[in-house]
């Protein structure tokens, strides 16, 4: 009975060891995820719906539709596709922006609401940088399919692709006129590198060839002004020209840090971009910013 009586005690005393190890083991145990509110961006691009209650961005290889006034964001993509550079149709009813999940970067669209997205171009190219005409009919966008990167126009109802420019330097960040008649990019031709503006039938003109780095060109709603982000040795900022005589003015301060991408627009004289971090809301002509506050 004694034997008995051991043989129990020690299965049980084996027991009580094997609890406490378990649970020391679970206590000590690192946390495997954790919750982050985010409030900043870094090198994220934003595009103001059409009715200018949306604001689409790119955080973290992801797209996010949040308030134009501000607010908790909601993502309309998954993680896994480097999503970037995001462009609202003209009827505010999708997204189209470039992302990686084929292993290539190609041009898809989603829903406002989210979904699964459409796969718009495909190939062994890269392609980048989407924006809708007017008539929301076609898309622009830059491709490396020539052999180098030019500007590509997709036709929608038919996926016909167009080669717009042919010149043996890298041309890209297309954009429509708010007429849908001209398109603005940019292009590091050795000759003569800047921002550029083509017109059907006409010859690509030169409209600033700036020293610095330029990317991200938009029409100011009358088609008068491109603005534009320069990067040059001092500062990464937010520049205009006019387009008739090429007069050009830096619209930012140094101490601030533009993100290369196309801004928007609220109004003819108000207009979304980002940087240090922040969407900011501006008017032609102010010193100073607002802040639209953001969070996910």
Same mark, same amino acid.
């Given at each position: 009975?004694?034997?008995?009586?051991?043989?129990?005690?020690?299965?049980?005393?084996?027991?009580?060891?094997?609890?406490?190890?378990?649970?020391?083991?679970?206590?000590?145990?690192?946390?495997?995820?954790?919750?982050?509110?985010?409030?900043?961006?870094?090198?994220?691009?934003?595009?103001?719906?059409?009715?200018?209650?949306?604001?689409?961005?790119?955080?973290?290889?992801?797209?996010?539709?949040?308030?134009?006034? &501000?607010?908790?964001?909601?993502?309309?993509?998954?993680?896994? %596709?480097?999503?970037?550079? #995001? /462009? !609202?149709? $003209? =009827? @505010?009813?999708?997204?189209?922006?470039?992302?990686?999940?084929?292993?290539?970067?190609?041009?898809?669209?989603?829903?406002?609401?989210?979904?699964?997205?459409?796969?718009?171009?495909?190939?062994?190219?890269?392609?980048?940088?989407?924006?809708?005409?007017?008539?929301?009919?076609?898309?622009?966008?830059?491709?490396?399919?020539?052999?180098?990167?030019?500007?590509?126009?997709?036709?929608?109802?038919?996926?016909?692709?167009?080669?717009?420019?042919?010149?043996?330097?890298?041309?890209?960040?297309?954009?429509?006129?708010?007429?849908?008649?001209?398109?603005?990019?940019?292009?590091?031709?050795?000759?003569?590198?800047?921002?550029?503006?083509?017109?059907? &039938?006409?010859?690509?003109?030169?409209?600033?060839?700036?020293? %610095?780095?330029?990317?991200? #060109? /938009? !029409?100011? $709603? =009358? @088609?008068?002004?491109?603005?534009?982000?320069?990067?040059?040795?001092?500062?990464?900022?937010?520049?205009?020209?006019?387009?008739?005589?090429?007069?050009?003015?830096?619209?930012?301060?140094?101490?601030?840090?533009?993100?290369?991408?196309?801004?928007?627009?609220?109004?003819?004289?108000?207009?979304?971009?980002?940087?240090?971090?922040?969407?900011?809301?501006?008017?032609?002509?102010?010193?100073?910013?607002?802040?639209?506050?953001?969070?996910?």
């Amino acid at each position: 009975m004694q034997t008995i009586y051991s043989f129990f005690s020690s299965i049980i005393a084996i027991s009580f060891v094997l609890v406490s190890l378990l649970k020391s083991a679970s206590q000590a145990a690192p946390i495997d995820s954790l919750r982050v509110t985010v409030t900043e961006g870094t090198n994220m691009a934003a595009d103001l719906s059409p009715d200018k209650k949306s604001i689409a961005i790119d955080l973290q290889g992801t797209i996010w539709v949040l308030p134009a006034s &501000g607010g908790t964001a909601h993502p309309i993509t998954d993680p896994l %596709g480097d999503c970037r550079q #995001p /462009s !609202w149709s $003209p =009827d @505010g009813k999708q997204i189209a922006f470039h992302a990686f999940w084929d292993g290539r970067y190609h041009i898809w669209a989603v829903s406002k609401e989210g979904g699964k997205p459409k796969q718009l171009t495909t190939g062994i190219y890269d392609d980048r940088e989407p924006h809708w005409s007017p008539d929301g009919k076609q898309l622009v966008f830059a491709s490396d399919r020539g052999g180098n990167y030019d500007i590509w126009q997709l036709t929608l109802a038919d996926g016909k692709l167009t080669q717009l420019t042919q010149n043996p330097g890298n041309d890209f960040s297309p954009t429509f006129s708010p007429d849908g008649k001209q398109i603005a990019f940019v292009s590091d031709r050795t000759d003569a590198p800047g921002m550029y503006v083509l017109s059907v &039938g006409q010859p690509e003109k030169l409209v600033s060839s700036s020293k %610095g780095k330029l990317v991200g #060109p /938009s !029409w100011q $709603p =009358d @088609g008068s002004h491109l603005f534009y982000n320069v990067l040059n040795n001092s500062q990464s900022g937010l520049e205009m020209v006019t387009v008739t005589d090429s007069k050009a003015q830096m619209l930012t301060e140094v101490s601030e840090d533009v993100f290369p991408f196309r801004a928007s627009w609220f109004s003819a004289d108000e207009y979304l971009y980002t940087s240090s971090g922040s969407i900011k809301r501006r008017k032609v002509g102010s010193s100073t910013a607002q802040i639209i506050l953001f969070r996910r």
